[in-house]
Each structure stands twice: as structure tokens, then as C-alpha cells.
T-cell receptor, first 113, second 112 residues
Framework: NAGVTQTPKFRVLKTGQSMTLLCAQD?????MYWYRQDPGMGLRLIHYSVGEGTTAKGEVPDGYNVSRLKKQNFLLGLESAAPSQTSVYFC????????????FGPGTRLTVT | AQSVTQLDSQVPVFEEAPVELRCNYSSSVSVYLFWYVQYPNQGLQLLLK??????LVKGINGFEAEFNKSQTSFHLRKPSVHISDTAEYFC??????????FGAGTTVTVRA
């Protein structure tokens, strides 16, 4: 099992450019999440999904969109990148039942100049 | 709203010394509690979790944590740290719904 994988690992964008981050999991988990990590702020939830075709807003959703067309994939889009979106982005997944533990990907480091 | 407070942002410690990382949470309902570790340039890895039962929970790499319901705390301890324990540690809380709430993190730096 690869677990949770994220593509790409690093990216540099110019202000106003767009991009999509891909998260894939091979554990057949129903729930998937996108977080951003900034120094001194822990992890903040951007969007999440409780199943294929469903998405919901987290704490900091502005400037991001998501889609979950397939159960194993969760995409995070930035339509017009801003320097404030410079961060490390983590994807996570968990099953709908069980111990509530989330499994994390290795992260994507995004810099917006 | 639920909040998670990690009381120390940085904890320097010498190798083979004990360490305690403090975590307090606010919630009026039953919670599930987690500690995650993040090694440099890596994702988060689960150290241990409390769901129910014994309030003393043992995790990987010699870590343990104690759930104290009356003090709404879930402090993490290790009796003797190694250089390889240098990492950032996150406390997280789930109220039985979809989401985890994370603390701001505690950076542990182990020196020889």
C-alpha cells in the first residue's frame, strides 16, 4: 500500500497563476481532507469530503476549490494564487467508521511569489 | 467551538532526559484525543490515541500520554529522549464528527 500520496511535492507559482494539487489514497477511505500548515498555527482545515461527489468547507476555504470525482482522489485547486497561500499543504484520509485517526500524505510545499 | 492549546511552543531538552509536552482542550462533550509527530520535511505520523478505557495510553517510540478528564488535558511524556525525537508534535481532538482540531504544535529539540 502506498497510503496517501500527494502530487507535486514542491511548486513555485507567480501571483495570479492557477494550479491543482492531487491527493490519492489506496485505503478505500470514505473521508478525505485538505489542510494547510503555517508556522505557529498548526494545521488548519481548508476543505473536506465525506464521500465521492461531496465536499464541504473547513476553517479557511477562501481562495480554494476542491473536487472528489473518484473515491480515491481529492483535488485542491487554486484559481488565482496569492502570496498568502504560500504554505505546506497536507492531504489526509480516514475511514467513516473506526478510531477517527487520520492518515496523512507527505505534503506539498507551495511558494507564491 | 472547540480549541486545543499546546502550552509550550518550543521545548529544548538534553539527550536521555525526560520530556513532557502539555496539551489542554476545551469541550463539553466526550472527545477522542491524538498526538501526532512530524519529523523534518515529512508528513504527520500518529504517536498514540485515546478513545476510551485506561487513561494512560502507550504509543510508539516509548511515548505515553495521560488523559485527565477533570483537567481536560492530554499531556505527552517520554522518560528518556533520543536525538531522533527531534521533531514537531501536535495534539489533536475529535468530538466524534468528521474533523480533527489541532494545536499549534510543540517543537522538541534534543541536544547531545
Amino acid at each position: 500500500n502506498a497510503g496517501v500520496t500527494q502530487t507535486p511535492k514542491f511548486r513555485v507559482l507567480k501571483t495570479g497563476q492557477s494550479m491543482t494539487l492531487l491527493c490519492a489514497q489506496d485505503m478505500n477511505h470514505e473521508y478525505m481532507y485538505w489542510y494547510r500548515q503555517d508556522p505557529g498555527m498548526g494545521l488548519r482545515l481548508i476543505h473536506y469530503s465525506v464521500g465521492e461527489g461531496t465536499t464541504a468547507k473547513g476553517e479557511v476555504p477562501d481562495g480554494y476549490n476542491v473536487s472528489r470525482l473518484k473515491k480515491q482522489n481529492f483535488l485542491l485547486g487554486l484559481e488565482s494564487a496569492a502570496p498568502s497561500q504560500t504554505s505546506v499543504y497536507f492531504c489526509a484520509s480516514r475511514p467513516s467508521r473506526g478510531t477517527y485517526e487520520q492518515y496523512f500524505g507527505p505534503g506539498t510545499r507551495l511558494t507564491v511569489t | 467551538a472547540q480549541s486545543v492549546t499546546q502550552l509550550d511552543s518550543q521545548v529544548p531538552v538534553f539527550e536521555e532526559a525526560p520530556v513532557e509536552l502539555r496539551c489542554n482542550y476545551s469541550s463539553s462533550v466526550s472527545v477522542y484525543l491524538f498526538w501526532y509527530v512530524q519529523y523534518p520535511n515529512q508528513g504527520l505520523q500518529l504517536l498514540l490515541k485515546y478513545l476510551s478505557g485506561s487513561t494512560l495510553v502507550k504509543g510508539i517510540n516509548g511515548f505515553e500520554a495521560e488523559f485527565n478528564k477533570s483537567q481536560t488535558s492530554f499531556h505527552l511524556r517520554k522518560p528518556s529522549v533520543h536525538i531522533s525525537d527531534t521533531a514537531e508534535y501536535f495534539c489533536a481532538v475529535n468530538r466524534g464528527d468528521y474533523k480533527l482540531s489541532f494545536g499549534a504544535g510543540t517543537t522538541v529539540t534534543v541536544r547531545a
